[in-house]
């Protein structure tokens, strides 16, 4: 089977993602003014009070942050993500998609939802629509004390604030439900959604405890040199990846051979390799 070449798979990772987000937008959040925080936000704010689309003051907002940017996003990112930004300011402006409800928690629901997993989708595609995040690193650039992370909570969060004024206090609570929504999605688009936990198990009996795990729930186990700083003594510790729904059977083979086992349960966003996501290519 021949593997699709990385520059188409990323345009229908985009192309997809520019048609979820603008069903989000014109079928949800504009039509009942949620205003969920980026630049589209803030178009629905001017659109609100001059005759001008959504779209087009996403669009005029975004060009000057794209040619501050371009050097440091790279030619072919920044390309992909230019592309990407002007696609979702024409697509939200002329894909006709019908408003669906005027229920203002279905309204924020599926818009968050539709919308986050756009924007991820364009994020696999090796790109971005611009906006609060892009300008949260222009800020960081020239104020170093001011994070990304920080910057991207203010605009947006400026914007929620300001629909509160605009439209109702209303819209500005469900646009916060909303933006928690997207970003949540996109999370999940980016990272999957399988639940993966990383167990960090010492134990005195590490050889009865490894055979055990790889027996009963066929996952490897690796041993890693620890030393206890309190004791001095040298001892192994355990790491054994497994999937969510196998934690309490990993938990209950570990203390029912040492009840005095100590065990660390971290929660992975992703897992590659055997057993999990497979990410090697086999020709055929």
């Known amino acids: 089977m021949r593997k699709i070449p990385e520059e188409l798979k990323n345009a229908l990772y985009i192309l997809a993602g520019l048609a979820f987000c603008s069903a989000a937008y014109n079928m949800y959040l504009i039509p009942n003014d949620i205003a969920a925080g980026g630049f589209t936000g803030i178009g629905q704010l001017v659109s609100h009070f001059f005759p001008v689309s959504v779209g087009t003051v996403s669009m005029v907002l975004n060009i000057p942050l794209f040619l501050l940017s371009m050097k440091r996003l790279g030619l072919r990112f920044g390309l992909r993500s230019f592309l990407a930004m002007m ?49 949260a690193a222009l800020i960081h650039r020239a104020l170093p004390v001011v994070r990304v992370a920080v910057g991207i909570f203010m605009v947006d969060g400026l914007v929620i604030l300001a629909s509160a004024f605009v439209f109702d206090q209303q819209a500005a609570m469900y646009a916060l439900i909303c933006a928690f929504l997207m970003n949540l999605m996109v999370d999940v688009v980016l990272e999957g959604p399988n639940g993966a936990h990383a167990y960090f198990i010492i134990s005195e009996k590490p050889d009865e405890v490894a055979r055990q795990l790889m027996r009963e729930l066929d996952h490897g186990v690796t041993a890693l040199p620890a030393k206890g700083m309190y004791s001095g003594q040298e001892k192994q510790m355990l790491l054994c990846v497994v999937h969510r729904l196998e934690s309490m059977q990993l938990r209950r083979i570990v203390f029912n051979i040492d009840p005095n086992a100590f065990v660390i349960a971290n929660k992975t966003h992703e897992v590659l390799g055997e057993g999990f996501t497979e990410m090697g290519v086999k020709n055929e």
């Open 87 to 135: 696609g979702l300011s024409l697509f939200i402006d002329h894909v006709p998609f019908p408003a669906a409800t005027d229920d203002m928690l279905l309204a924020t629901v599926f818009g968050g939802v539709l919308g986050g997993v756009g924007f991820g989708l364009v994020m696999r595609g090796s790109a971005t629509t611009g906006g609060s995040d892009m300008l």
